[in-house]
């Protein structure tokens, strides 16, 4: 370490901590990688940042240490490096314990073929709902999320699915048809997915500093009425996503916001470097406080209207609004009319020692309006059919609100500057370089090709012009549908160019899977309502999906 610091004199009165085999010991840390590399800045130590590398990775160092570099010289890497970034974990992730079963778990990994939905054995039920013991006496098939375990969707009773070890496959999954069910269950009666992981938190103040505060930190305009609920970007200097959450006005000087679950750690290192140090704002993780039940479908008013005194119709509980109310005999429930989906319903935070209670009642209640549990395998195709973007897999740091279509989340003339106001402003002027585009496959023989996961190379006119980044079967349309982005690449320097509307709606494009080209529909606006009732595929006019 001293010879290699030699050529750099500013970096011998830095302090390196630990060594090669003490990066190989945190390995299991490294929960979403094959590549066993691990850097970022320590979120509780200002100023310090850690860096792992494991003995088979020695080929990324210098990949790694460039971005390392910029971390230090310029606080942030030109590129994206989630999937390496230390803050995707916890302290929760650092027992000796679970690192010791884990790494037995990653290193056979590090040479194997990982197969699309795989989860970690190891390390589980390490944080679960209230509700975990009835929802996995129910059918529940668990998968694991920053610690967090997780509905994927139920069993019901009677249905043998394959083991763990014959389930891997990039074809379509035995669990097709029941998820399926679970999707026209959303949309025909009413579901409960259990959703206790998205990270919560509640910022105050006794003054207008929680407002201000967040009104410079936010693109979007938070100065709402009590009561209402606002979507919004948390971006950085550059207009790219550090955040993408759900904000609710409790009060004059209260917010509830509402994020998705690996933020937890980054979201709060991030707001606590740039909230002011000010006594009367207060900022606290209330994660653990609420569980949270997304009651989707068209009869989830019912089922809420007959549990609670307050009114539910559109009248008194429109879109995007908030209420605290009772819910059977608990009270302080906050009902927010959201599901992260596009579908009706309402997301019911619940303090947690009341969580059971109101589960059996939306349970008992909803039985007539043919209610039963879903998970999030429903839920992530639901929203990629409604074209909802979602962090970590379609938005990052360098994906900014214009590049995706939210350019209705961002108020540019809210009366105050917020943080990459002035990036945002200059992609209004000159346009965006690539763009989030929603393609449905229509030559994709679900049963027999292989099934588009994420990370699919898509092409324009034969050309490459980018990659998927979500992919789900849409059980309304009876077809695969990729997210993704489009870039547009001069064909003779190859410089990046201005995308514009035309250039997406002009072209003829198709999905690279595994090597076999499918043709698809390009279209940059979600489907209107009457996509939303379920089709016979030859009575669907995909031709005139390309139009705005």
Request: proline letters at 4%; hydrophobic letters at 35%; one cysteine or more.
């Amino acid at each position: 370490m001293r010879r290699a610091t030699s050529g750099c004199p500013s970096a011998q009165d830095a302090r390196f901590g630990g060594s090669a085999d003490h990066a190989a010991r945190e390995l299991p840390r490294v929960l979403h990688t094959r590549y066993a590399v691990y850097h970022g800045r320590v979120t509780h130590c200002s100023g310090l940042l850690r860096s792992g590398w494991h003995e088979l990775s020695w080929y990324l160092i210098w990949w790694g240490s460039r971005y390392l570099a910029e971390w230090m010289v310029n606080g942030y890497p030109s590129e994206n490096v989630w999937p390496l970034d230390l803050k995707r974990f916890g302290t929760l992730q650092s027992s000796r314990t679970f690192l010791r079963h884990r790494v037995m778990e990653v290193m056979p990994l590090m040479c194997d073929l990982k197969v699309p939905r795989w989860d970690f054995q190891t390390g589980r039920q390490l944080r679960t709902s209230p509700l975990y013991d009835r929802l996995d006496a129910q059918g529940a098939r668990w998968m694991e999320k920053h610690g967090f375990e997780r509905v994927k969707y139920f069993v019901p009773p009677g249905n043998d699915l394959l083991d763990l070890g014959q389930s891997k496959t990039f074809y379509k999954p035995d669990w097709f048809d029941i998820v399926g069910s679970e999707v026209k269950c959303c949309k025909e009666a009413v579901c409960v997915i259990d959703m206790s992981s998205f990270t919560k938190f509640e910022i105050s103040s006794t003054g207008d500093e929680a407002l201000e505060s967040l009104q410079y930190l936010f693109s979007n305009d938070l100065d709402v009425p009590v009561g209402h609920v606002v979507h919004t970007g948390m971006l950085n200097e550059k207009g790219g996503y550090e955040n993408d959450c759900s904000i609710a006005r409790l009060s004059k000087r209260s917010f509830f916001m509402i994020s998705p679950t690996d933020q937890q750690v980054h979201c709060w290192a991030w707001l606590k470097n740039r909230l002011p140090d000010d006594s009367n704002l207060t900022m606290e993780d209330v994660t653990w406080k609420y569980t949270a039940l997304n009651l989707i479908g068209p009869r989830a008013v019912d089922v809420l209207s007959e549990l609670s005194y307050a009114p539910i119709t559109p009248e008194h509980f429109p879109s995007f609004f908030c209420k605290e109310m009772s819910v059977g005999y608990a009270n302080g429930i906050r009902v927010m009319s959201i599901t992260h989906t596009g579908e009706p319903g309402f997301m019911l935070y619940i303090p947690i020692e009341y969580a059971l209670h109101v589960y059996n009642e939306v349970m008992n209640m909803g039985q007539k309006y043919g209610i039963r549990n879903a998970g999030y395998y429903a839920l992530r195709s639901l929203r990629i059919e409604k074209f909802f973007a979602f962090w970590g897999q379609d938005l990052d740091a360098f994906t900014t609100p214009m590049e995706c279509g939210r350019e209705f989340q961002v108020k540019l003339d809210k009366g105050m500057q917020f943080v990459g106001q002035e990036a945002l402003l200059e992609q209004k002027q000159n346009g965006v370089y690539k763009r989030f585009t929603m393609f449905i496959l229509e030559d994709h023989d679900t049963d027999a090709d292989l099934w588009p996961w994420w990370g699919e190379p898509i092409f324009r006119n034969g050309r490459y012009v980018g990659k998927t980044t979500s992919s789900a079967y849409s059980y309304t349309l009876e077809r695969h549908v990729c997210l993704g982005f489009v870039h547009h690449f001069d064909e003779k320097t190859g410089e990046e160019l201005v995308v514009t509307t035309d250039f997406i709606n002009q072209g003829d494009y198709e999905i690279d899977i595994a090597g076999h080209r499918f043709q698809a529909k390009a279209k940059l606006y979600p489907f209107s309502s009457f996509f939303t009732h379920r089709r016979r595929k030859d009575e669907m006019e995909l031709s005139g999906y390309q139009g705005e």
